[in-house]
């Protein structure tokens, strides 16, 4: 018997109709959490891929970011102020596991969808999905 190993990845949900791209999980926090998505919009551009906003989360400059939100003002008001935006803005970092749990847990799975027809039995699998698709179907 030959064995076929698939590679799985967000082209997959994709083609199963569901809304799993980037682009669909900004629209989703744009709706329910719409001052950490003003924030977080503000440093993943709404077209990036998965693997790119993977691969911005992992080369973030926080020296860069600090110097970007630097006090204009050199007083205690302006050095309190530059802490709020930096301590808001961090935090949206340490949420970000929360929301794509809790926008992955509000996606539907159409159970009459299946290209997954096509796959031949006993072939090996090898999955970057957040999603749970591939073992669902």
């Known amino acids: 018997m030959f064995n076929r190993l698939y590679i799985i990845g967000n082209g997959f949900d994709i083609a199963h109709g569901y809304n799993t791209q980037f682009q669909n999980f900004l629209e989703w926090m744009q709706i329910f959490y719409p001052n950490d998505y003003r924030t977080f919009s503000t440093y993943f551009d709404e077209y990036l891929l998965w693997n790119d906003f993977e691969y911005s989360l992992d080369t973030f400059d926080f020296d860069q970011f600090s110097n970007d939100h630097y006090p204009i003002e050199d007083t205690p008001q302006g050095e309190a102020k530059f802490i709020g935006d930096i301590d808001y803005s ?6 970000i596991s929360n929301f794509l749990s809790e926008w992955l847990s509000n996606i539907r799975y159409d159970e009459n969808i299946h290209i997954s027809k096509s796959i031949v039995p006993g072939s090996l699998f090898l999955t970057f999905n957040y999603t749970s698709t591939l073992e669902l179907l």
Do not use: C, G, R
């Open 90 to 95: 961090l935090s949206i970092f340490s949420k």
